[in-house]
C-alpha cells in the first residue's frame, strides 16, 4: 500500500479531526467523507432511537460525540464498515453484519438480482401448479442475504416460493435467521407459513443429501424424475490459502472468518485445486436435486473456466443441449469493456461470459 | 412619502417637481376584464354547457374529461358575472329615494366592488393554461454559481432555508443528493455552512412544482463572508433549479404522463443510458469489502450525467439517480419544446422567459434584507427568510402572484393578436 501523504491528513484533519481517522483505511477523502457521514447517520438514528426525542439535550449530544468517536476511532484500525454499522444494504433489505459471518457483496448482489429476472424470464407463468411453486436452496448461506433477496425479488411472480438455506456454522444460521425476521418486521419481506427455512447442516454430509431428497420428494406428493429444488445458488469458501494471503484486503484477512473464505482441506478430492473442493460436492449435489437453475459464485475467471468444466464433465451423459453453462462477470447488466472477451471455449464449448468486470459467478441451466 | 427604497437628495433636486418616485418594478393586470379575455371565457363557458347537457344523456370519459377541464373557467365566470350583476342591481337602488336604502347601498356596492376585482382575476389566471407539471412532486436542486468558497457557503444556506421551509410547512421532502467539496465549515449568521458542491432535496407533496416553480433562478448574495479578513462585501450566487419529479404512485400521475410511455416527456430509453460502477481494482468478490456505492448515469443523446454516492446502498443510489435523470430530461425536452413554441409564436412576451440565468432574488445580510426582483417585493428579517420561516411565505407568495399575472399578460397578448389576425382575415375577405 503506497503511503499517504501528510498533507491529505492535514487537509482531512481541518474538515474533521474524525476525518483523519478514517483516512488511512478509506485511503482517500471522499470515500472517508462517505463514511463519515454513514456513521454520523447512525450515531443519530440510534440516539433518536433510544432516547425517543426530537429536541437533543447536552448529555445526549455528549454521549453522541463519544460513539461517533469510538465507532471512528474502531473503523480507523480497519474493521469493516458493516461490522462498525452492524447493517449492510443489500438489494432493497437490509442485512444485519456481525462478526464471524462474512459480509455481503455488491457483486453477489448483482448476480442474484440477474438471476431473479431470468427465473421470472424463463418461467411459464401460464403452466397450472408448476409456476407459482418455486424452490429455492441456498447453500453455505452465511448472513442469508442471497436466499432472502431472491425470495423478496421472487415472492410476487411465485405465491407459493419456498426457500431453504443451510449453513454449517450456527452462527450464520442464528443471524440468518435474525435477518429474516428484522426484514419481515420491516416490511421488506413476507414470510406466509414459514415459506423461509434456515438449518444447520455440514453439506459434506451424505446423510443430509439423503434426507433432502427424500423430504423433497415427499414435498412434492408423488415420487417423480422431476428437479427437487428448482433453484441453487451458493457462495461458497473460493479463496486459496495463497489468494488468502497475498490478494485479500487487510479488513477482510483480519476481521472476516477464515472459514467463509478459504475451504478447508478436504483429502476426499486427489485432483483439482484445494479451493475448488467446494464446486465438486455443489456439483454433485446438483445432479442429485435435477435443479433447473444453479449459480455458484467465483473468485475469478480462472476459477470460473475450471468450475465450467468441471460442470461440462459432469452432465455430459444427460444429452447435448439439455444443460448450459454460462459465466458472469461482477456487473452481468452491464456492457462489456472492449478487452473484455464474450466468450471461452472451454472442452470443445463456446461458453459465452455475460457483463462487464472480473470473473464473478457460473450459471448452470438445465432444460426439463 | 417616497416609495423608493433611497435616493440622493441631489438626484431629487435635479429631478422635475411633480415627478413621483414609485417603483414600477411589479406589472399589475387589469383588474376589469379586457374584452377579448371575457369573449374567450364567454366562448369556453358555452362549450362547457354543451359538454354538461351532452354528458347528461350519455356518458364518455374523453367528453367528461374535457368537461372537467372547462369547468374551472366556467364556474369563474359564472362567479364574476354574479357580482357584476348585483353590482348593476346596487346602481340602480344608489338612484332610490330612500336615503336608508341608499346608505345600505354605498356600503353593499365597496364591499362588490372589492370582490369583483379579485374575481376578475380569478377568472383571468383560470383562463391561463395550466402548467403541465402543475400537480406534480418536484426535485429542486441548489448549485453554487461562479465565484470560489462563498457561493458554496451560501448554496448549503439555500439549500437549508428550503429544508427547514419544507420541515415547517409540513411538507415531505428527502435530501436525495449532499455533496460537499473539502473545506472546515464556515458560520455566518450564527449557523454553520460547509461547502456545497450540489444538492437535490426531493419534494413528495403533489403539486409542489407548481408551488416552487417560481423559485428556479439565481439566488444572489451580498455578505462579508466569514473568511474574509478586511471586511469587504462579497456578492456571489447560488442557482436553483426546479424540475418536475414522479409520485411514488405511478397511478397519481397527472396527464396520463407515464414514463414508461414513448411518448411521454420522461421516457428514457434504458439502451440509451450508460450505467457506471466504481470498478474494484483487485481481485473483488470476498476478496475485497468496499463500502464505495457510486453510480454513475450518462444519458448519451443528451451527455446529460448524474452520479451519487449518497447511500450505501447501491441499488437506492441507483433509483435516485434514475429520478435524477428522468427529471433532468424531462425538463430539457421540455425546455426545448418551449423554445420552439416562443420561436413560433414570435412574440415580444419571451423576453419575460424565466431562465436559469437571470437574477431572481437578491440576499442582501448587511441590510437585512431580501429583494425578489420580478414581484420588486422587499422584506426584512433575513434570519427568519433564511430559517424558511413566514416572511419567505411573502417572499414565495408574491412570487406567485408575478407568475399569474404575467401568464395572464401573455395570454392578452395572444388573444389579441389573435383577434387581430381574424379581423385582417376578415377584412381581406370583405375587400373581395
Known amino acids: 500500500m503506497p503511503r499517504l501523504s501528510f498533507s491529505l491528513f492535514w487537509r482531512a484533519h481541518r474538515v474533521s479531526p474524525h476525518l483523519a481517522t478514517l483516512l488511512p483505511v478509506c485511503r482517500d477523502l471522499i470515500s472517508a467523507r462517505n463514511e463519515l457521514r454513514w456513521i454520523r447517520q447512525h450515531v443519530v438514528d440510534l440516539m433518536s432511537h433510544t432516547s425517543g426525542k426530537t429536541r437533543t439535550s447536552p448529555q445526549t449530544k455528549n ?11 474502531r473503523r480507523g484500525i480497519g474493521v469493516p464498515l458493516q461490522y462498525v454499522l452492524g447493517s449492510q444494504p443489500f438489494g432493497n433489505l437490509d442485512i444485519k453484519c456481525r462478526p464471524g459471518v462474512l459480509i455481503p457483496r455488491p457483486e453477489t448482489e448483482a448476480w442474484v438480482t440477474h438471476l ?26 452465511g448472513s442469508g442475504c442471497i436466499g432472502l433477496l431472491l425470495h423478496s425479488l421472487l415472492e410476487r411472480q411465485f405465491p407459493r416460493l419456498s426457500v431453504r438455506g443451510f449453513d454449517v456454522e450456527s452462527d450464520a444460521v442464528v443471524l440468518a435467521r435474525q435477518n429474516l425476521v428484522h426484514n419481515t418486521r420491516r416490511g421488506l419481506l413476507h414470510n406466509p407459513n414459514d415459506s423461509i427455512l434456515f438449518l444447520d447442516a455440514d453439506i459434506f454430509d451424505p446423510a443430509w443429501l439423503a434426507s433432502l431428497v427424500r423430504h423433497g420428494g415427499r414435498e412434492h406428493g408423488r415420487m417423480r424424475r422431476g428437479p427437487v429444488v428448482d433453484v441453487l445458488v451458493s457462495n461458497p469458501p473460493y479463496i486459496s490459502t495463497r489468494g488468502f494471503d497475498r490478494d485479500t484486503e487487510r479488513s477482510v484477512r483480519n476481521y472476516e472468518p477464515k472459514r467463509a473464505l478459504v475451504p478447508p482441506p478436504k483429502p476426499a478430492i ?24 444453479a449459480v455458484f459464485e467465483v473468485g475469478d475467471l480462472e476459477q470460473a473456466r475450471r468450475v465450467a468444466e468441471m460442470a461440462i464433465r459432469q452432465f455430459e451423459g444427460v444429452g447435448a443441449g439439455v444443460v448450459k453453462v454460462e459465466i458472469w462477470r461482477d456487473w452481468p447488466d452491464m456492457q462489456p469493456e472492449e478487452h473484455e472477451v464474450d466468450s471461452m471455449e472451454i472442452s470443445g464449448l463456446q461458453i459465452p461470459v455475460k457483463g462487464s468486470g472480473n470473473g464473478r459467478a457460473v450459471f448452470i441451466r438445465r432444460a426439463t | ?185 464556515s458560520s455566518t449568521g450564527g449557523a454553520s455552512e460547509s461547502p456545497l458542491q450540489e444538492a437535490v432535496l426531493e419534494i413528495l407533496n403533489a403539486g409542489a412544482y407548481d408551488q416552487f416553480r417560481g423559485e428556479a433562478g439565481m439566488h444572489r448574495v451580498q455578505r462579508v463572508p466569514s473568511t474574509e479578513t478586511s471586511g469587504r462585501t462579497h456578492t456571489s450566487a447560488v442557482a436553483v433549479w426546479v424540475l418536475p419529479s414522479f409520485p411514488e404512485d405511478e397511478a ?19 439502451r440509451e443510458v450508460k450505467e457506471e460502477k466504481m470498478r474494484a481494482s483487485g481481485a473483488g468478490g470476498q476478496h475485497v469489502n468496499k463500502t464505495e456505492s457510486a453510480i454513475r448515469l450518462t444519458h448519451e443523446p443528451t451527455g446529460i450525467t448524474v452520479s451519487m454516492q449518497d447511500s450505501r446502498s447501491q441499488h437506492r ?116
Open chain 2, 1 to 185: 412619502m417616497l416609495t423608493a427604497q433611497w435616493v440622493c437628495r441631489r438626484c431629487i433636486n435635479a429631478l422635475p417637481r411633480n415627478r413621483q418616485l414609485l417603483r414600477l418594478a411589479s406589472t399589475d393586470a387589469s383588474a376589469n376584464l379586457p374584452p377579448v379575455l371575457l369573449q374567450r371565457a364567454r366562448n369556453i363557458a358555452a362549450e362547457h354547457d354543451k359538454l354538461a347537457a351532452s354528458l347528461a344523456n350519455d356518458f364518455d370519459p374523453k367528453t367528461a374529461k374535457r368537461a372537467g377541464e372547462l369547468s374551472r373557467v366556467a364556474e369563474a365566470l359564472k362567479e364574476w358575472e354574479a357580482a357584476r350583476s348585483s353590482v348593476s342591481e346596487l346602481t340602480t337602488l344608489f338612484q332610490s329615494q330612500d336615503a336608508e336604502l341608499r346608505q345600505l347601498a354605498k356600503d353593499e356596492l365597496s364591499a362588490t366592488n372589492a370582490q369583483i376585482d379579485t374575481l376578475a382575476t380569478a377568472l383571468s389566471a383560470s383562463l391561463t393554461p395550466r402548467d403541465p407539471f402543475a400537480d406534480m412532486p418536484c426535485l429542486l436542486e441548489v448549485r453554487p454559481g461562479p465565484g470560489g468558497m462563498e457561493g458554496r457557503y451560501f448554496a448549503d444556506a439555500v439549500f437549508r432555508m428550503y429544508r427547514q421551509y419544507c420541515s415547517r410547512k409540513g411538507i415531505r421532502a428527502n435530501i436525495l443528493k449532499y455533496e460537499t467539496v473539502d473545506g472546515a465549515e
Open chain 1, 63 to 73: 454521549a453522541q460525540i463519544a460513539l461517533l468517536t469510538r465507532l471512528c476511532r
Open chain 2, 252 to 270: 397519481d400521475m397527472p396527464n396520463e404522463q407515464n414514463f414508461n410511455d414513448p411518448n411521454s416527456l420522461f421516457y428514457v430509453d434504458p
Open chain 2, 317 to 432: 443510489n441507483r433509483q435516485a439517480a434514475w429520478v435524477l435523470l428522468r427529471s433532468r430530461i424531462g425538463q430539457r425536452r421540455r425546455e426545448e419544446r418551449e423554445e420552439e413554441a416562443w420561436a413560433l409564436r414570435n412574440s415580444v412576451l419571451s423576453k419575460d422567459k424565466i431562465t436559469r440565468g437571470n437574477k431572481i432574488r437578491t440576499y442582501n445580510y448587511s441590510q437585512d434584507r431580501c429583494t425578489d426582483h420580478r414581484s420588486g417585493l422587499d422584506v426584512h428579517n433575513l434570519p427568519d427568510v433564511l430559517d424558511g420561516g413566514e416572511t419567505l411565505d411573502r417572499v414565495m407568495e408574491s412570487t406567485k402572484e408575478w407568475l399569474v399575472k404575467k401568464d395572464i399578460e401573455t395570454l392578452i397578448a395572444e388573444e389579441e393578436a389573435d383577434a387581430a389576425a381574424a379581423a385582417g382575415k376578415g377584412a381581406k375577405k370583405g375587400k373581395r
Open chain 1, 270 to 293: 486427489a485432483d483439482g485445486k484445494p479451493e475448488d473442493v467446494f464446486y465438486v460436492r455443489l456439483l454433485e449435489i446438483l445432479e442429485v436435486l435435477r435443479s433447473r437453475f
Open chain 1, 116 to 141: 431473479a429476472d431470468i427465473a421470472c424470464r424463463h418461467t411459464d407463468t401460464n403452466r397450472a401448479g408448476g409456476a407459482a411453486n418455486l424452490r429455492v436452496l441456498d447453500l453455505c448461506l
